[in-house]
């Protein structure tokens, strides 16, 4: 119940646009693409590939490391204080 209410609130300022920033573990933000030529690859036609927005995800570096293993000093591998 509690992370479907972070989850929605989340999901509900994106929406808006703004974007969200998880500490220790990243940011969630949205990103405009405009319109483009793409190509059906079983054709090779030509076809226009609306603008649109996308989810994009920018891990934080401390999540990085963790992902590869390197400990931080003044946190340990697992992000806490010792």
Do not use: C, Y
Not at 13 to 41: A, H, M, Y
Not at 57 to 72: A, E, H, K, T, Y
């Amino acid at each position: 119940m509690i992370l479907e209410s972070v989850l929605e609130k989340i999901s509900s300022t994106l929406e808006t646009g703004e974007s969200v920033k998880l500490s220790g573990f990243g940011t969630f933000s949205v990103r405009q693409k405009g319109e483009r030529i793409g190509r059906n690859p079983k054709t090779g036609v030509e076809v226009p590939i609306l603008p649109r927005a996308v989810l994009v995800f920018r891990p934080s570096q401390i999540l990085r490391d963790r992902m590869n293993g390197i400990v931080d000093d003044a946190h340990g591998v697992d992000g806490t204080d010792d």
